[in-house]
């Protein structure tokens, strides 16, 4: 858009609820920015338990994240390809997590998952316990990443010309080649884009994660958790310490989802 465009269709007025989200969003991180011990920092991350934290936390994620890709991929393309009130509860079902609270999902999940819940009391009898273990950790983060990246790969698939997958199936290509050569790569962006937002929210992920998987040292005691801990123990420049470096990852997959954010706009 020219800039004399943009000024003739762009009221004025709109620069101060602008400005404002500016102040509310910016203001905070700059407190926190100037707040933060930087002198200290280097033995404040170096902490053991601060090693053990992040190690456990990116290695979590990453795990989550890629279960949900395989997982998020197939969903995604069948509830863009089908229609009916059974699909549409669904897809409903699967976006739950997106509206609950995070003290509610690790609720629902121990109800499921716990020793004495409808699916962790069978694998209990068969000596199989998922709770206070790195395995409850990324369980939490699936359910409550997994409806992010649906979205935002069904948001992709939307997109997609289906004119070129019927001329493709027209010209006697099976489903399976349809969804390899022509459906998943021009979703690509999408499913990048929504890998990310995957990631970053595993990451953040805090209060499902204490109330089912607990906040145990090694086991489950991911960042957002040893900054609780660092709070509670009086200890609040480690807490710094430790929020700035989720923020610096989260500005990483910031800048990895713009990037892949103009790559859809090539790819198009």
């Known amino acids: 858009m020219s800039s004399r465009l943009r000024r003739a269709t ?3 007025w709109l620069w101060a609820p602008f400005v404002l989200a500016l102040f509310l969003t910016i203001g905070p991180i700059a407190g926190l920015l100037l707040n933060v011990p930087w ?3 280097p033995d404040l991350l170096a902490e053991p338990e601060v090693q053990r934290s992040l190690g456990l936390s990116l290695g979590t994620a990453v795990l989550s ?7 998020g991929v197939p969903v995604a393309v069948l509830m863009t390809r089908l229609r009916g009130t059974a699909v549409d509860l669904a897809r409903g079902a699967l976006l ?3 509206v609950l609270s995070p003290v509610v999902s690790g ?4 109800f499921f998952w716990g020793r004495l819940g409808l699916f962790g009391s069978v694998l209990d009898t068969v000596g199989i316990r998922v709770g206070f273990s790195p395995a409850a950790v990324v369980i939490v983060q699936v359910f409550v990443s997994l409806p992010f990246f649906i979205v935002s790969v069904m948001t992709a698939l939307a997109g997609i010309d289906e004119q070129l997958e019927l001329s493709a199936a027209t010209c006697g290509a099976a489903p399976g080649q349809i ?6 790569p021009l979703a690509t962006p999408g499913i990048v884009v929504g890998t990310l937002l995957a990631f970053a929210r595993s ?7 204490i109330t089912f998987a607990g906040s145990i040292d090694g086991q489950t005691r991911t960042l957002p958790l040893q900054i609780s801990l660092a709070l509670n123990s009086a200890r609040p420049e480690q807490a710094l310490g430790v929020c700035l470096m989720l923020v610096a ?14 790559l859809a706009a090539l790819w198009r």
Do not use: D, N, S, W
Not at 65 to 71: A, E, I, K, N, P
Not at 107 to 110: M, Q, S, T
Not at 249 to 262: K, P, S, T
């Open 249 to 262: 990852i989260y500005l990483v997959v910031l800048v990895a989802v713009r990037f892949a954010g103009r």
């Open 10 to 12: 762009t009221p004025g």
């Open 179 to 184: 969804l390899r050569y022509i459906t998943v």
């Open 39 to 41: 002198a200290q920092l």
């Open 65 to 71: 994240t890629g279960v949900c890709v395989l997982l």
């Open 107 to 110: 609720l629902v999940l121990l």
């Open 96 to 98: 739950i997590p997106l």
């Open 203 to 209: 990451l953040g992920e805090y209060g499902a994660t």
